[in-house]
């Protein structure tokens, strides 16, 4: 930069004739509302002081003008506009951002080349934004939550004979909610806090997957494989996980910590060793259900079908078994 006086200072050669812009003294002379010419790369921007310091007062921009002997401006051209050596393309999406706060940049612009821009001129509020928007883009499909959209296009572009497999997907937090899943394999899937809301999941695979605090609520369960799936908090209220056909739905090693499954029909359901500590399971149609050694202290029990259900070393401390339909023989459940 020029910190020649007859660029920058009152006190201009006496030989020569003083730039348009040059009654204008030290950097901290500029006045909020002055209007300034940039030229950027070879292209004109006409902007004011306020606009250069007023959302980014630490910027390169800002101390150019503002602050005190902190950087002193740019050499001019012939018009009296500060010479400033970057790609204009990426420089007209920073100015408008300046103005407004918004990043709108057109398609043909390169976001990564905004982005260098940004971090030269130091405008790191627009960096963060625009780090976060390509992290996001960039992001390996398996990394980012997939939406209800990518599931439909999924869902569509496979045939009918084909398996379609979401295995250690990320749905975490997806709308899936009446969507027809039979038979398909979320083994190690991240579905926690999605919406599966009468969602049809017969006969899928949910294996180890993660339905923490999911809404499952009217859901079809019949004969899914899920053992050991994490459901703590999850809402099943009202779900069926019945088969007519004998074969049992496979909930072995669940957790089902603070469930809800009122109302639920899980009559032959294999809950084996299950977590159901503090779950709601009343008026649950649970006959000839498997929930040898299940943990079901505190649980919510009344009103619940328990007839030639295996309760064979289960943990009924503090359990709610009011209202039951058929008598619990309780000499084997409690521990």
Request: proline share 4%.
């Amino acid at each position: 930069m020029d910190s020649d006086p007859k660029e920058i200072g009152s006190g201009a050669g006496k030989d020569e004739p003083a730039p348009a812009d040059a009654s204008i003294g030290a950097p901290s002379s500029f006045a909020p509302n002055r209007w300034v010419k940039l030229n950027v790369g070879g292209q004109i921007y006409a902007t004011t002081i306020d606009t250069l310091v007023g959302r980014e007062p630490d910027s390169m921009l800002a101390r150019m003008f503002l602050q005190d002997g902190s950087m002193m401006p740019s050499e001019r051209d012939e018009q009296g506009a500060f010479l400033i050596d970057r790609s204009p393309r990426y420089f007209e999406p920073i100015i408008n951002y300046l103005r407004h706060g918004q990043f709108v940049c057109d398609s043909n612009i390169s976001v990564l080349g905004v982005l260098e821009e940004a971090r030269f001129f130091g405008i790191f509020s627009l960096v963060t934004h625009l780090e976060e928007r390509l992290g996001q883009q960039e992001a390996p499909l398996g990394d980012r939550p997939l939406t209800r959209n990518d599931v439909i296009k999924a869902i569509i572009q496979t045939s009918v004979i084909t398996e379609l497999r979401f295995q250690g997907v990320n749905l975490s937090g997806a709308d899936l909610r009446k969507l027809d899943f039979r038979n398909i394999n979320f083994k190690y899937a991240n579905m926690s806090h999605c919406n599966l809301s009468h969602t049809n999941l017969n006969y899928c695979c949910l294996e180890r997957a993660d339905l923490q605090f999911a809404n499952l609520e009217c859901a079809q369960l019949v004969s899914v494989r899920g053992l050991c799936a994490n459901m703590e908090g999850a809402n099943l209220r009202g779900c069926n996980f019945e088969d007519p056909t004998g074969v049992r739905t496979n909930l072995e090693g669940v957790n089902l910590k603070g469930a809800c499954l009122e109302s639920s029909n899980m009559a032959g359901v294999n809950l084996r060793v299950a977590n159901l500590k503090n779950a709601n399971m009343k008026n649950c149609n649970l006959r000839a259900a498997v929930l040898a050694g299940a943990d079901l202290e505190k649980c919510n029990l009344s009103g619940s079908d328990l007839q030639e259900a295996n309760l064979r070393g289960a943990n009924l401390k503090d359990a709610e078994l009011t209202l039951i339909i058929n008598a619990l023989h309780m000499s084997q459940a409690i521990r």
